[in-house]
């Protein structure tokens, strides 16, 4: 393995999995800045104990846990109802939701997030709803176990996922 400056300096790609579109994929980005503003360390596509993946979880420097679920259109928004189900593994819950999605078909008492490909801001703040310790724990254990493989991905991206030659 070389240490020269071009291995080195090669710019961090992360894996995507295809299921964004290029609007959610924008938003996504843009929430990510604003939660890195704010401190929190966010992964996206995380998937939680009841097998549903949401869209982006957030951890701040004091444990609390965020999910943010990203809806780029109007049709989105009615076609998923499944993040009622997110809310057990969280803190606080945000949609996430470019400007040209109306406010008003958004439930009012979920926390609401603006953002675009460059950047995010909170329009409503979300309820804080403290987690259990052992649900805490359970989730944070799962946070640490995908940075750590998608890390792994950044550092191998030759690797051999299923462990076959």
Not at 31 to 39: A, H, I, P, Q, T
Not at 67 to 74: F, L, Q, R, T, Y
Not at 149 to 165: E, F, S, V
Request: aromatic share 8%; hydrophobic share 45%.
């Amino acid at each position: 393995m070389s240490d020269s400056p071009a291995i080195l300096s090669r710019p961090i790609v992360l894996p995507t999995d295809g299921r964004q579109s290029a609007a959610a994929s924008g938003i996504q980005r843009g929430v990510r800045r604003l939660f890195s503003e704010l401190g929190h360390v966010t992964l996206p596509e995380f998937t939680l104990a009841n097998g549903r993946r949401a869209d982006l979880i957030a951890l701040a420097p004091d444990g609390a846990l965020t999910i943010v679920e990203i809806k780029s259109s109007i049709a989105d928004f009615r076609a998923d109802r499944k993040w009622p189900d997110y809310e057990d593994f969280c803190d606080r819950f945000y949609f996430a939701v470019p400007e040209t999605v109306p406010f008003d078909i958004l439930p009012e008492d979920r926390g609401l997030i603006i953002a675009d490909s460059f950047g995010a801001a909170i329009v409503r703040p979300s309820a804080h709803r403290q987690l259990a310790g052992a649900r805490r724990k359970a989730v944070t254990l799962r946070f640490a176990h995908a940075a750590a493989a998608l890390l792994h991905a950044l550092a191998d991206p030759d690797r051999i996922a299923d462990g076959r030659l």
